[in-house]
Each structure stands twice: as C-alpha cells, then as structure tokens.
C-alpha cells in the first residue's frame, strides 16, 4: 500500500487507496510506459485486458514488473493462474468469476478483490471471504455507455452493507474524490482518469492529492475531538 500520513497535531491518518486499472485502449507497451510514470502515486494497478489471452496476460504482466511496478501492487483481473504465475499480489474477481471462497483455496496468499453493483452484494461478497470489493459505477461513464450511475446515496448505502473495504469507481475525478471518500469508501479506482490524460503522471498526482486533502479534512473534523477548525 502507498503508505503515507496525514498529521496534525498529533493526529494520523493514513491516506485512502488508489487503485489505476488499465482500459484496454492501451497495448501493453503503452500501458507498462504509463504504469512505471505513475506507480508511486498510485497503491494497486489492475491489467483489466479481457480481450488477452492467459500467455499474453501473462506477458503484460511480466512488462509491467520489468517497467518498476513492485509486485505487491500488481492486481490481475479474473485469472487467478495468470496471478500466480507473475507473482501478483492480487485478483479482481468479476460476477463470471470463481467465488471469493473457492479462490481463496486455491491461492489463499492473493488478496482478493470482488466488483459489485449493489449494497447487497457489496454485503455477500465480504461473507464469501473477498478482501475488498470495487463498487461502482458511482456517477456516469463513458466506459458504461447508457447505464445508469449508482449515485452517492447507494454509494454510502453499501458502505454501510459491506463488512470490508470498498473501493468505489466510475466517473471519479480529482474533484470529486472529496465527497466520495466522504462517504466512507475505502479507496477509488480510476480508469480513463489517468489513462486517457494527456498527462498521466500529472493526473495521478491530482489524484494525489484529493485524497491526501479528504485525509486532512478528515482529521480536522474528527467527531472524536469534538473540535471543528
């Protein structure tokens, strides 16, 4: 995990996750250049290339290690193989995927992440023995053409339903991270946010910072203080 604190006064609070998944409008050269220009900015990148085979996967894997990305921040989507075999640190586990459970058999190491659509499944997939979950899509995209946005309401909703972490995705921009870790996410993933910038390292960095800027928000209204500055 990215790890750095927000401190005030004594206070510490450690910032939000990060998590840049890749839109498969990049090739893997394209997408590892990009990844090694933002991966300390950002805490986990998920190869999203449904369209790949398990050897090509495997190969864009393998690019992205060559480029700088530590493994620990190294997230596979749906291919528990393809996770193992490039050391990855973890697993996006879509509705077409093995359950949670029966991953975790297989590779009780990988933390394992499950993509939701709703506070009831954001609920199931913490019983079925997920890590976190990626809940979405919070306002309208262009990667879920005609598809209704979840909203803030539903975003705080499943907050509240989840027993683990939840990463919210889905039309997320730097002005916008504020009020959604407002409403307790865990963290946010971005897709065409820093991919499809012109300038990525510069987008990732204002990512960044909204999230370093929730945390200090958080802090300064901490209800436990009792004190608002």
């Given at each position: 995990?990215y790890f750095q604190e927000?401190?005030?006064?004594?206070?510490?609070?450690?910032?939000?996750?990060?998590?840049?998944?890749?839109?498969?409008?990049?090739?893997?050269?394209?997408?590892?250049?990009?990844?090694?220009?933002?991966?300390?900015?950002?805490?986990?990148?998920?190869?999203?290339?449904?369209?790949?085979?398990?050897?090509?996967?495997?190969?864009?894997?393998?690019?992205?290690?060559?480029?700088?990305?530590?493994?620990?921040?190294?997230?596979?989507?749906?291919?528990?193989?393809?996770?193992?075999?490039?050391?990855?640190?973890?697993?996006q586990l879509a509705w077409?995927?093995?359950?949670?459970?029966?991953?975790?058999?297989?590779?009780?190491?990988?933390?394992?992440?499950?993509?939701?659509?709703?506070?009831?499944?954001?609920?199931?997939?913490?019983?079925?023995?997920?890590?976190?979950?990626?809940?979405?899509?919070?306002?309208?995209?262009?990667?879920?053409?005609?598809?209704?946005?979840?909203?803030?309401?539903?975003?705080?909703?499943?907050?509240?339903?989840?027993?683990?972490?939840?990463?919210?995705?889905?039309?997320?921009?730097?002005?916008?991270?504020?009020?959604?870790?407002?409403?307790?996410?865990?963290?946010?993933?971005?897709?065409?946010?820093?991919?499809?910038?012109?300038?990525?390292?510069?987008?990732?960095?204002?990512?960044?910072?909204?999230?370093?800027?929730?945390?200090?928000?958080?802090?300064?209204?901490?209800?436990?203080?009792?004190?608002?500055?």
């Open positions: 995990m927000c401190r005030i006064e004594g206070k510490v609070k450690v910032l939000k996750e990060i998590h840049l998944i890749s839109d498969g409008r990049l090739n893997p050269e394209q997408f590892a250049g990009l990844a090694a220009a933002v991966h300390t900015m950002v805490d986990y990148i998920h190869l999203r290339e449904k369209a790949l085979s398990a050897l090509e996967l495997l190969a864009a894997a393998e690019r992205l290690l060559q480029a700088g990305v530590p493994p620990s921040k190294l997230v596979i989507n749906d291919r528990i193989d393809v996770a193992l075999a490039a050391g990855a640190a973890g697993v077409h995927s093995l359950p949670p459970a029966k991953a975790s058999g297989i590779a009780p190491g990988l933390r394992l992440g499950r993509s939701v659509h709703s506070p009831e499944e954001a609920a199931r997939a913490g019983q079925q023995g997920a890590d976190f979950c990626l809940y979405g899509h919070v306002f309208p995209t262009a990667c879920k053409p005609g598809q209704r946005e979840r909203g803030l309401e539903q975003l705080e909703v499943a907050v509240r339903s989840s027993s683990i972490p939840l990463i919210a995705i889905g039309g997320i921009t730097p002005g916008n991270t504020g009020i959604v870790l407002s409403k307790g996410a865990a963290g946010i993933a971005v897709m065409s946010g820093i991919c499809g910038a012109t300038d990525p390292a510069g987008a990732a960095e204002a990512y960044r910072s909204s999230v370093q800027a929730a945390a200090y928000a958080e802090v300064l209204n901490d209800p436990h203080t009792g004190q608002r500055r």
